[in-house]
């Protein structure tokens, strides 16, 4: 990450396709952090991972590229994804490894 980097901080995950707010909301407000040395972390449902992520362009928008492995529930998950950056709204999509996918929407915080 660098010092101008448009991507880092928290957001807050206020939609996604595949689960409802409450949902997303069950445990903690869902959101999604990109924090220095290109580490962060998200939490939706009973969905916690920690990411690595490297800011880049998608369509000359900035974006973000980001890998995930944690727990969902009780049990190991992992996968990837990719959001691209309109003003302070995060647009993207996360795929978990052999399981779901889901576009998501994020406010900066």
Do not use: K
């Not at 807050?12 to 997303?24: A, G, L, Y």
């Not at 920690?50 to 973000?64: C, K, L, P, S, Y």
């Amino acid at each position: 990450m660098t010092q101008e980097s448009q991507i880092a901080g928290r957001w807050r995950i206020t939609s996604m396709e595949m689960w409802d707010q409450d949902f997303v909301d069950e445990e903690v407000s869902g959101y999604i952090e990109f924090t220095a040395e290109d580490q962060g972390e998200f939490q939706f449902g009973y969905v916690q991972c920690g990411i690595d992520w490297q800011e880049t362009e998608r369509n000359g928008q900035t974006a973000v590229e980001f890998s995930f492995e944690g727990m969902d529930e009780m049990s190991p998950t992992s996968g990837q994804g990719w959001a691209i950056l309109n003003g302070d709204t995060l647009d993207g999509m996360i795929f978990f490894h052999q399981g779901d996918e889901s576009g998501f929407t994020a406010q900066r915080q």
